[in-house]
């Protein structure tokens, strides 16, 4: 068991870019949430896949935000035209399921800098 | 609605006990508690499901009060890895949880 993966580590984009981030779960994880941490700030949530369900995309600030996940294994999250606010870390965490009865795995996080 | 974590911040001394509260104005079905460091990704605790519900590892223990709508955080004879930022998650069973601002825990020698 490898645990949550999370891929860049580190972003750096010009504002009005688009950016995609990966998110890999831990392996038969039905669960997966997106969350974002501005700078010394707490986790803001984005939004949450449970099997094959709709996601609960209640979290996203703007219709420039969007996610998707394949079955219940990667997901990325895409950001258009980015703009300088949207800089922070994007962490994602999966679980065994949902229902926030287990604990959550988080990744190592993507830091994300809009110039 | 976003729990309220007190207090904000604190420095305790090495061996010394503390004590992070999480309150919310909703009814709580779980709480959740993860500690952050510094530049790493937070890390699992404890989760508490039942009102009146207490865990420990070692010495940290939780409580969960579910008629209050809140749950305490105990750090009994603190040690320097207990530094970090502590987050409580409150949700409902069929709600992303929604985690508090933070409480920021200092332990030094």
């Known amino acids: 068991g490898a645990g949550v993966s999370q891929s860049p580590s580190n972003k750096v984009t010009e504002k009005g870019k688009d950016v995609e981030l990966r998110c890999d779960p831990i392996s038969g994880h039905t669960a997966l949430y997106w969350y974002r941490q501005r700078l010394g700030q707490g986790l803001e949530f984005l939004i949450y896949?449970?099997?094959?369900?709709?996601?609960?995309k209640s979290g996203l600030p703007s219709d420039r935000f969007s996610a998707e996940r394949t079955g219940e294994s990667v997901s990325t999250l895409t950001i258009q035209r980015t703009q300088q606010e949207d800089s922070a870390v994007y962490l994602c965490?999966?679980?065994?399921?949902?229902?926030?009865?287990?604990?959550?795995?988080f990744g190592p996080g993507t830091r994300l800098t809009v110039l | 609605q976003q729990p309220v974590q007190s207090p904000q911040a604190v420095i305790l001394r090495e061996g010394e006990d503390a004590v992070i509260n999480c309150s919310s104005s909703?009814?709580?079905?779980?709480v959740h508690w993860y500690r952050q460091k510094h530049g790493e990704a937070p890390v699992f605790l404890m989760i508490l499901l039942k009102g009146g519900e207490q865990k420990g590892h070692e010495k940290i223990s939780a409580s969960f009060n579910e008629k209050k709508q809140q749950s305490s955080l105990y750090l009994t004879a603190s040690q320097l890895s207990y530094s970090g930022t502590y987050f409580c998650?409150?949700?409902?069973?069929?709600?992303?949880?929604?985690f508090g601002k933070g409480t920021r825990l200092s332990v030094i020698a």
């Open positions: 965490a999966s679980s065994w399921q949902g229902g926030n009865s287990n604990e959550q795995f």
């Open positions: 909703k009814a709580l079905y779980s």
């Open positions: 998650g409150t949700g409902s069973s069929n709600t992303p949880l929604v």
């Open positions: 896949f449970q099997g094959n369900s709709a996601p609960d």
